[in-house]
């Protein structure tokens, strides 16, 4: 078991890629990966999951796959030279091509910008490198001034602040990726510039429940309707690298906390991601500032923190999982790091679920438990215990092998595939071998058991039960 609540999803890329360096990053604290469907092929994919699912059977941990879908991405088309200087102050025109050979004039090969754009608007180049303002659109010609001078090159990205395009979040290339991901049984699907409730709703009618949706807010707009998108997502991720460009920097600790908070309301996890520790693509430590970073998160309570390049492309891979595991759990060790969930009241809702989860947490603290076993089929007990953030430890107990897989990217939810007793009283057996065999237990310790009577029917946990192991 790990010594922390808190789970790691890391990158798989070239420098992680190799089954031997996949196996190291889990040993020493991933409980998640994460493939980059912007960047592989579909073999080089398939090749990945293999490998972490053969780890998983290996090590008998359930280990969360998540599949990144590249999203619908904006580029300015090309230049002759490769590129174009702009000059503060001055005036530029957009227009639809692919590339053009017109002084001060910018090619942008996507109609939705010029449905949407109007005067007021702002567009980014380059992660925010160059800013211009919108000055008019007649449908054709969109012209602006440049706020933000420089270079733009070749295919460099675009931002739109202050417009909702009329695009879907899922282009043909995600829907493309997504049927693959589907046939390879991953865990989660992470959907890329989701900008309303109607981009989660039309990826589900795909998806279904064949995995977890995981939006990822990196658009002012998402921000907005936060609320909404969520209650269609089974998880959120802080995507904090477009959404730093679009967003005024010093709201993105905000929103961030917004969101953790938010997701925890409900019950779902929430990953902190990008530049966590980024100085560790080369250097074999992290910065002050990113070890801070890191901890904040931890303080306010996420599920989970992220690497990217880190581990995807970097020199020290190995090393900034360690790294992390273990700046998790210097805060995790705080003495006054549970209080924080403690003064936070939770709404629960009138069911004998949510009173039980509720339940839980005081038992924990009162008698020193060690330990609360969930019977799940569906993982909803199991993260809704998480939500209460109690002092214990979480064991999903559940006969599937995909809930205890979507599990593992819940704070504090250690998942265990187990068949389904056929009694109270097995229960109580398996849970004693349970206790001694695997979770290192001792005689004397108290745990809490949890189960929905009959078993292996969703939705329909009722019981509770304080038991000491033999």
């Known amino acids: 078991m790990r010594n922390r609540f808190a789970k790691i999803v890391a990158t798989v890329g070239p420098a992680s890629s190799a089954p031997d360096t996949t196996r190291l990053l889990h040993d020493v604290g991933v409980d998640a990966f994460r493939l980059n469907f912007s960047h592989g092929s579909h073999d080089d994919h398939a090749k990945a999951i293999k490998n972490i699912r053969n780890i998983s059977k290996e090590t008998g941990n359930a280990i969360s796959i998540i599949a990144d879908m590249q999203g619908p991405k904006l580029r300015v088309g090309e230049f002759p030279g490769g590129g174009i200087d702009l000059q503060y102050g001055d005036k530029v025109s957009l227009i639809l091509a692919t590339n053009t050979d017109q002084p001060n004039t910018i090619p942008v090969n996507h109609p939705e910008l010029f449905k949407a754009l109007e005067a007021g608007h702002r567009l980014k180049f380059d992660d925010g490198k160059l800013q211009v303002t919108i000055l008019s659109n007649d449908g054709k010609t969109i012209s602006a001034n440049i706020d933000v001078p420089g270079r733009l090159s070749n295919k460099k990205g675009i931002n739109v602040i202050g417009a909702v395009l009329p695009m879907s979040a899922m282009t043909d290339k995600d829907k493309t990726d997504m049927a693959f991901a589907l046939k390879q049984d991953v865990d989660f699907i992470a959907l890329s510039f989701v900008q309303t409730p109607k981009d989660v709703i039309d990826a589900r009618k795909i998806i279904r429940d064949k995995a977890g949706i995981i939006v990822k807010i990196e658009k002012p707009s998402a921000v907005e309707q936060l609320d909404e998108i969520l209650e269609h997502a089974d998880a959120a991720m802080v995507a904090r690298g477009d959404l730093g460009v679009e967003l005024a920097l010093e709201q993105v600790p905000v929103v961030q906390r917004e969101i953790i908070r938010k997701g925890r309301a409900l019950g779902k996890p929430v990953i902190v991601a990008t530049h966590m520790l980024e100085s560790m693509i080369d250097s074999p430590t992290p910065t002050r500032a990113e070890a801070s970073d890191v901890a904040t998160a931890i303080y306010l309570g996420t599920d989970a923190v992220m690497l990217s390049a880190e581990t995807a492309v970097g020199r020290h891979p190995a090393t900034a999982v360690a790294i992390m595991d273990r700046i998790i759990s210097a805060a995790e060790n705080d003495t006054e790091f549970l209080d924080y969930f403690q003064n936070r009241r939770m709404r629960h809702d009138a069911t004998s679920e949510d009173a039980i989860s509720h339940s839980v947490r005081g038992i924990a603290e009162i008698l020193g438990c060690r330990a609360v076993m969930a019977h799940t089929l569906t993982g909803s007990t199991a993260q809704r215990m998480s939500r209460e953030r109690p002092s214990c430890r979480i064991i999903g107990l559940t006969p599937l092998t995909s ?43 108290r745990v809490i058991i949890s189960a929905g009577i009959p078993f292996g029917r969703p939705g329909t946990t009722d019981t509770l039960k304080i038991a000491t192991i033999d």
């Open 403 to 445: 809930t205890a897989n979507r599990l593992a990217l819940s704070w504090g939810v250690k998942p265990i595939v187990t068949s389904d007793p056929a009694s109270f009283d097995e229960m109580l057996k398996d849970i004693q071998v349970l206790a001694r065999e695997r979770l290192n237990l001792s005689p004397g310790d």
